[in-house]
Nanobody
């Protein structure tokens, strides 16, 4: 079992920055990927980005490339999402998720609200 726990988020003006953190506990971390998803009001949950735990490889959805950065701290079993130049359309609940050995995004955090005012 893996339990991701998120922190961060809040209210920011357009053009501002926020950082989300996700600490995962429950097992030794190898052969996994951690990612961020978001769900805006009235919309389906969408993929934002992910990072490979062993090699640090990253992947971003097009709408956040150049503005968001995902990183990890292996010693703390924590992943971060630095969000810069935020836009109103980034407003959503952001979820941290864990994919163990390519079996799918089965473990989810509780969600953090990010609100960007225009």
């Amino acid at each position: 079992q893996v339990q991701p726990v998120e922190s961060g988020g809040g209210l920011v003006q357009a053009g501002g920055s926020l950082r989300l953190s996700c600490a995962a506990s429950g097992r030794t971390f190898s052969n996994l990927s951690m990612g961020w998803f978001r769900q805006a009001p009235g919309k389906e949950r969408e993929f934002v980005c992910n990072i490979g735990w062993s090699d640090g490889s990253t992947y971003y959805t097009n709408s956040v490339k150049g503005r968001f950065t995902i990183s990890r701290d292996n010693a703390k079993n924590t992943v971060y999402l630095q969000m810069n130049n935020l836009k109103a359309e980034d407003t959503a609940v952001y979820y941290c998720a864990v994919n163990l050995a390519g079996t799918g995004w089965k473990y989810w955090g509780q969600g953090s609200q990010v609100t960007v005012s225009s």
